[in-house]
């Protein structure tokens, strides 16, 4: 059985802060690791993948993977309350398979 | 591109009725993805195509619940007859072929059986 875990949350931080949501997962033949936003009452949209051990940046956002540990998370700096939203975990497997999704974690950004 | 289009985007029916729901994947993705989102359950995988061929449909709660797929372009899940407990939101993802590929979500369709 293939699982992910996260906190459910709330995590709340403040605004200018790092926000740190951390995943991990059951499988160790995990090949690819996504990170989606999701904003309530809309539908989950990519905003990082990563697919090999390390630090992956792109503006704002930071994914590390460490496959060792089965672990995976995402920083986020200089948080802004519109960075408010629920955040999916997601892994991939070989072959065409479905993505396994994590219950998400909820951020607050308190302004 | 136009995304993952999805119709109805709300639907309130009464206990049970059919309810259809509809999916436009974007054009050139051969995987399509069905899944329905509750508060308790979080993200759940009902079903997913191939090719338009159904891959695995174990998570499907019930009989009353169907999924087709008659081309590339087009997919449908059925709930009949519907309940209370299968008020959700249901979400169709597509994405090409391969590993480590993106899964692209619709907008989601707001289903409240009364």
């Known amino acids: 059985q293939k699982e992910v875990e996260q906190n459910s949350g709330p995590l709340s931080v403040p605004e200018g802060a790092i926000a740190s949501l951390n995943c991990t997962y059951s499988?160790?033949?995990?090949?690819?690791f996504f990170w989606y936003r999701q904003y309530s009452g809309k539908s989950p949209e990519l905003i990082m993948s990563i697919y090999s051990n390390g630090d992956k940046e792109d503006g704002r956002f930071t994914a590390q993977l460490n496959k060792a540990s089965q672990y995976v998370s995402l920083l986020i700096r200089d948080s802004q309350p519109s960075d408010s939203a629920t955040y999916l975990c997601a892994v991939g497997y070989s072959g065409n398979t479905p993505l396994v999704f994590g219950k998400g974690t909820r951020l607050s950004v308190i302004a | 591109d136009a995304g993952v289009i999805q119709s109805p985007r709300h639907e309130v029916t009464e206990m049970g009725q059919e309810v259809t729901l509809r999916c436009k994947p974007i054009s050139g993705h051969n995987s399509l993805f069905w899944y329905r989102q509750t508060m308790m359950r979080g993200l759940e995988l009902l079903i997913y195509f191939n090719n338009n061929v159904p891959i695995d449909d174990s998570g499907m709660p019930e009989d009353r619940f169907s999924a087709k797929m008659p081309n590339a372009s087009f997919s449908t899940l059925k709930i009949q007859p519907s309940e209370p407990r299968d008020s959700a939101v249901y979400f169709c993802?597509?994405?090409?072929?391969?590993?480590?590929?993106?899964?692209?979500f619709g907008p989601g369709t707001r289903l409240l059986v009364l």
């Open positions: 993802a597509s994405r090409t072929a391969g590993r480590g590929e993106t899964q692209y």
């Open positions: 499988d160790r033949v995990s090949q690819s």
